[in-house]
């Protein structure tokens, strides 16, 4: 679930964004008094997503504006569905038009992205990861629709846990002195996660006790042979233009998770209309 507190504040920043001194159009043209239906209606097949969140967007307007929803969140839906209905003040709904679209067609193409993901590896003992390449602002609602489309999530921040990369490496000076700085550091609560590139790499990180190798940018042959040599002394992460891949050959290396940045950041938002009957 989403904390409802963040996401008002979202919406109260979007608006304010989108609207400045007010909806100019629709004041001049709408009368106050008018009252429309309305359908939602998908323009192609996904996964849906944010129908919670669009009703937040009317009601954070206007709490009358009624939005019945005909499908939830990881229901697939088909060109021509009709999504959900609204009724309520035509001026309300003409406001909150634009951001509850801009915000359903982008979690719906994200769940739909991270749903042919996970059908890609489906078969394997390996999970689909999203990463903190979200839009600013919107990160718990993209992480959401990660796991509408059935994948998870990494972390949410940086605090969340340590994931030593090649510039702590080089401004620690070294894989052990990294990981040995972040043991004393953190309480042993958080796992240590370090980005190694060679199989030298995952030896180093092997003989530092790191719990997580993220095998970044590595061959499907290499990362075999990684696996190999870390035997499930610790957990394995592939990373590094994922969507490139063929993700069925990198889940049949063995590793544990495949991480991909571009279910978040390059992704094709779900057309979705909003047509006045």
């Not at 007010?22 to 001049?28: C, E, F, R």
Request: aromatic share 4%.
């Amino acid at each position: 679930m989403i904390d409802r507190k963040l996401l008002t504040s979202i919406i109260k920043r979007a608006l304010a964004e989108d609207l400045n001194t007010g909806d100019i159009t629709t004041m001049s043209t709408v009368p106050k008094d008018k009252r429309i239906n309305g359908k939602f209606i998908a323009k192609a097949e996904g996964i849906l997503c944010g129908m919670d969140i669009a009703g937040a967007v009317f009601a954070y307007i206007d709490s009358d504006v009624k939005l019945e929803c005909n499908f939830e969140d990881g229901n697939k839906v088909a060109k021509g569905d009709i999504i959900a209905t609204i009724e309520g003040r035509a001026i309300s709904v003409l406001t909150g038009e634009r951001l509850a679209l801009n915000l359903m067609q982008r979690l719906c193409g994200i769940a739909t992205k991270t749903s042919e993901a996970v059908k890609k590896v489906a078969g394997f003992n390996v999970k689909i990861l999203d990463t903190r390449k979200t839009t600013p602002g919107l990160r718990i609602l993209e992480k959401y629709a990660v796991r509408t489309g059935g994948g998870y999530n990494h972390r949410f921040t940086l605090s969340d846990g340590v994931l030593i990369k090649d510039n702590h490496i080089k401004a620690a000076g070294g894989i052990k002195e990294a990981i040995s700085a972040a043991r004393e550091y953190v309480p042993h609560t958080l796992k240590i996660e370090v980005e190694v590139e060679t199989l030298g790499q995952v030896k180093q990180a092997l003989d530092a006790g790191a719990d997580i190798i993220m095998l970044d940018n590595m061959s499907n042959e290499l990362m075999t042979q990684a696996v190999a040599l870390i035997d499930k002394k610790a957990l394995i992460e592939a990373s590094g233009n994922m969507d490139e891949k063929d993700l069925c050959k990198v889940a049949a290396t063995g590793v544990d998770f495949i991480s991909i940045g571009a279910l978040t950041n390059s992704l094709n938002p779900l057309d979705i209309s909003l047509k006045f009957v």
